[in-house]
């Protein structure tokens, strides 16, 4: 009898599927226990694709169509991967459906509580605008499949090139190939169409098929979403998830080199690519070509209905968002707005520490808590990154000690780890550089177990494990080295075989016998600000930890 396996572990799904399958008692429990299983990614994935007032309509339907249909499911296992998909399926079809019902429905009552501004198209003009859609999809469901689904779904839903060919399981080229004759065969259905004509006459600069679309763009389709995320990992997720849409990775590491302000677009690329390159990172050439991408993806949000910023709560993200928030403040965003996802815990992940440690159904149920930015974030976000790539490290130390909580609640605390990277009273080390030597005082450390007792220290991680390596070159370059690197070549702290040892003179610094910055120098940018002393002399600022906050050397000294 196949039923639910009694047993006190958790049936796997194939088990579940294999039970909900059969005719015997039990079948309907099994499947009712699958649909408790995937009840919030079902309504996460739909709430993604249609209005939520359609949400829970398009997830009872996505049940009862997986429900009729599960002795299609080949592999047991992959239930969850194969209820996504008739969940995209099932949503798509609603919207589709909603449109052409909306392309086809004349609301005379223009009066209504719900119209748009007298200064929209006239009730004439939106007759007409709707009898063109109409007359777009009409044209669509005469093409042949071939054509139609991958220009659907690249044009109407909005999914990148990339995305449908996940999709329909066909290479990239050959779905570019598709949407352009697909885009020419309509062109030609298009053209005996008196509407469509009239469109284009009124818009010399857009053929037909173009005056059509943009049409259809405004009153038949879901929005063209243009994703901005903290790096691959997230951005390779995401593709395999749910998540319509284009993601653009942008990933720079703000709180390591020169950062200055008002800097030449041009010139901050080839700045930021030299530190790196000149950091062991990668090669001028690779940062250079990776910031012109990073670059040129923003500069493409005006092909886009919505951005959605993806972060979380560490060092690394706060400062790529309040970047992004500075740069789209200066621009004209005409109808592109922004939104914006920002976590800082998951359920079932403690600690939680970021975005990658999520799966693609966990990071589609986040696309429907997205919240739109507001313009006191964008206000923020302005002043936030004028101080952090400003020359004056008071002003950032007042905007990190600002009530910020309730406009980006997880700036404050990022920036404020970003003031323990100054150098220290007593010891001269940033906070970083003292957890190393702590570290390594008590016993020599191999690269891979010193990098992850280092993260065990921070509340939040935000240090990769190149970026920590740097640092442990840094400590053990020059005549007076704080560690001992015995190690054969850089291949990552995973791999990397060897120890890390304290020298003499890093156990006398860490012990406050010597200031670190007398003794070895320093020279180091922190965003805007270039903080460089010679061996024997001093930094303007100092941090200071009794008092969590940046202070004047010169004040100190005085005694103020």
């Known amino acids: 009898m196949a039923t639910i396996p009694q047993s006190t572990r958790t049936p796997s799904d194939a088990e579940l599927v294999t039970a909900a399958r059969s005719t015997a008692a039990g079948a309907s429990d099994a499947f009712g226990e699958l649909a408790r299983r995937y009840q919030r990614m079902v309504y996460a994935v739909a709430l993604s694709l249609v209005p939520p007032s359609d949400a829970d309509d398009v997830a009872q339907e996505s049940f009862l169509r997986a429900f009729r249909n599960l002795d299609l499911l080949a592999d047991p296992a992959k239930f969850g991967v194969w209820l996504r998909r008739i969940v995209f399926g099932v949503s798509i079809d609603h919207v589709r459906a909603e449109r052409v019902h909306t392309a086809n429905r004349v609301d005379y009552d223009d009066d209504a509580p719900g119209d748009l501004p007298s200064a929209d198209p006239s009730p004439l003009d939106r007759l007409e605008q709707r009898e063109i859609a109409a007359r777009v999809l009409s044209a669509l469901e005469r093409m042949p499949a071939r054509y139609r689904v991958p220009l659907s779904?690249?044009?109407?839903?909005?999914?990148?090139?990339?995305?449908?060919?996940?999709?329909?399981?066909?290479?990239?080229?050959?779905?570019?190939?598709?949407?352009?004759?697909?885009?020419?065969?309509?062109?030609?259905?298009?053209?005996?169409?008196?509407?469509?004509?009239?469109?284009?006459?009124?818009?010399?600069?857009?053929?037909?098929?173009?005056?059509?679309?943009?049409?259809?763009?405004?009153?038949?389709?879901?929005?063209?979403?243009?994703?901005?995320?903290?790096?691959?990992?997230?951005?390779?997720?995401?593709?395999?998830?749910?998540?319509?849409?284009?993601?653009?990775?942008?990933?720079?590491?703000?709180?390591?080199?020169?950062?200055?302000?008002?800097?030449?677009?041009?010139?901050?690329?080839?700045?930021?690519?030299?530190?790196?390159?000149?950091?062991?990172?990668?090669?001028?050439?690779?940062?250079?070509?990776?910031?012109?991408?990073?670059?040129a993806q923003l500069a493409s949000f005006e092909n886009y209905d919505e951005i959605v910023f993806w972060f979380e709560h560490d060092l690394f993200d706060q400062l790529l968002l309040v970047r992004h928030l500075d740069w789209f403040s200066r621009r004209d965003l005409g109808r592109t707005s922004l939104s914006l996802i920002c976590i800082g815990e998951y359920p079932g992940y403690e600690p939680f520490h970021g975005l990658g440690q999520l799966d693609a159904e966990q990071l589609a149920s986040l696309l429907g808590t997205r919240a739109p930015v507001t313009r006191d974030q964008l206000s923020l976000g302005r002043r936030a990154w004028a101080a952090f790539t400003g020359d004056d490290p008071g002003a950032f130390d007042a905007i990190v000690h600002e009530d910020t909580s309730r406009t980006l609640p997880f700036l404050s605390g990022a920036?404020?780890?970003f003031l323990e990277e100054y150098p220290a009273l007593g010891s001269g080390l940033p906070r970083t550089e003292r957890h190393i030597l702590e570290l390594v005082s008590r016993e020599s450390m191999s690269p891979g177990a010193l990098f992850h007792a280092a993260q065990q220290r921070e509340e939040r991680v935000f240090m990769g494990d190149s970026t920590f390596w740097h640092r442990l070159r840094l400590l053990a370059a020059g005549d007076m080295p704080l560690i001992a690197l015995d190690v054969p070549s850089w291949d990552g702290p995973e791999v990397l075989s060897g120890t890390i040892s304290i020298t003499e003179a890093g156990r006398t610094v860490l012990l406050g016998g010597v200031d670190g910055i007398r003794l070895r120098g320093f020279d180091k940018w922190l965003g805007g600000t270039h903080l460089r002393a010679a061996p024997g002399g001093d930094v303007p600022w100092r941090y200071d930890p009794a008092g969590g906050r940046l202070r004047r050397t010169e004040e100190i000294s005085s005694g103020g």
């Open 415 to 417: 920036l404020h780890r």
């Open 153 to 295: 779904l690249y044009h109407i839903d909005g999914l990148s090139h990339a995305k449908v060919a996940h999709t329909l399981g066909v290479p990239e080229p050959t779905v570019r190939s598709l949407v352009s004759r697909a885009r020419r065969k309509l062109t030609r259905l298009l053209a005996h169409t008196p509407e469509a004509r009239d469109m284009a006459d009124r818009s010399p600069s857009a053929n037909s098929l173009n005056a059509a679309l943009d049409v259809l763009d405004e009153h038949t389709t879901v929005p063209r979403l243009l994703h901005v995320l903290n790096g691959d990992s997230v951005r390779m997720t995401l593709e395999h998830s749910s998540v319509p849409g284009a993601f653009v990775p942008y990933a720079d590491v703000l709180h390591e080199g020169p950062v200055p302000a008002a800097t030449e677009p041009a010139r901050w690329r080839e700045m930021r690519a030299r530190y790196l390159a000149a950091s062991g990172y990668v090669s001028y050439t690779e940062a250079l070509r990776t910031y012109e991408r990073w670059d």
